[in-house]
Structure formats: C-alpha cells, structure tokens
C-alpha cells in the first residue's frame, strides 16, 4: 500500500493541515499521557489537555465556537480494523510521525465499504490535521514505535448511544463504525460493513 504525506494534494479531500495554531502546550502534556507498547489507549476527554490555551483556538478557529473535549489516542497498532466517521471534523495533533488509514464516505454502500480504497497518510511529528465529516478513520497506526496523538471532537462525541438509535452503524454518540470481520470490535457486536483485506501498515 502506498504511503502519502498529508502535504500532498491526495490528502486534499480528507482533510487539511492545521498551520495557524501552535500546538506545544498540548503536546508537552500529552507527552505525560500513558502509551502501551501492547495495543491502544483512547480517552475522549482529558481535564490536563482541556487546560491547554491553545483550547479556545481550537474551539473558536476550527470548531465555530462549539463546545470542544480534548483527548487522546495513545499505543501501539498496525492494522485497520475498522473505520468510523462523525457529523463533523475531527482534529489530530502527532507526538511522533504516525499513519493514518483514511476512506470516503461516499464510498460507502449500503452499509458496506471496499478496504481497497483505503488511502495511507504520515502526519510528521508536531502537525496537526483536520479531517473532515467525510472522512472515514480509525485508530492511528505507528510509523515508529509507540504514537501519541491528540484527539479534538465535539463535547460528548463517543459516549454512550442514544437508547433509541435505528441505524446498524452508529455505534456511540456522534459516532459511526464500520467494522472488519476480523476485528474485536465486530466480534463485540459492531456492524460489519468493511469488505476486503484488514489492512496493515508494515
């Protein structure tokens, strides 16, 4: 599978680089944060990321002013498992250089997605990177050793569902999941919507 960088115009309809926001508060607390070398740690909100300043940037500049939970998705992973879209963008800041394994939603079909169209992207050490609602993504994958990366969403994104959600794919608040068969994550009862290989980042 070839590898992009997010500088290059095929990264254009995914998503964009963040260059009008200098992210070395957050970074330096999230170089604090915990990064297991066996698999991966999600928080949706941290209370030491949210103090950062650069939270009101963020909050103001990217996200409209809507309220914001600042996290992080720390660890080790190279496979693609699934991918998982929200209503809106989400924004990634990189301790280390890391992959990204991005899709389109439009492609998808009838709850189904071809993993063949799956695109990789290396965000550099210390970029940020909004990707947009249409972007379909999933856990970061390692470009060397152990990443941290800094996760930005809107307040209360990936809790717990609404009890009365209809459709198969949405899986947690504001959040829509396509799973591989392979995955824990449809052995656990998420939908299975990703067709082909379970990619991995060598």
């Known amino acids: 599978m070839k590898t992009y960088s997010v500088f290059d115009k095929e990264f254009k309809e995914y998503g964009e680089v963040v260059n009008n926001i200098d992210f070395k508060e957050l970074l330096k607390v999230l170089s604090t944060k915990p990064s297991p070398s066996d698999g991966t ?22 996200f409209g002013g809507l309220p914001i939970q600042i996290g992080y998705c720390n660890g080790t992973n ?7 879209y929200h209503k809106n963008s989400e924004v990634n ?9 991005l899709g389109r939603l439009q492609d998808v079909e009838n709850g189904k997605y071809d993993t063949s169209l ?15 609602s249409t972007s379909l993504h999933f856990a970061p994958c390692k470009a060397d050793g152990n990443f941290r990366v800094i996760v930005v969403l809107p307040k209360g994104t990936n809790l717990e569902k609404p009890e ?17 068969k392979d995955s824990n994550q ?13 990619l991995k980042v060598e």
């Open 93 to 101: 800041i990189m301790e280390s250089d890391t992959v990204l394994l």
């Open 186 to 198: 449809a052995k656990n009862g998420a939908h299975i919507g990703l067709i082909g290989e379970n």
């Open 164 to 180: 009365n959600a209809k459709d198969p794919l949405f899986f947690a608040k504001n959040k829509w999941l396509l799973a591989h």
């Open 41 to 62: 740690i999600y928080v949706p909100s941290d209370e030491d990321l949210e103090r950062c300043p650069e939270k009101d940037d963020i909050e103001v500049n990217i």
């Open 78 to 84: 190279v496979m693609l498992n699934c991918l998982e």
């Open 118 to 132: 799956v695109k990789a992207f290396i965000v550099p050490k210390g970029v940020g990177v909004e990707l947009y």
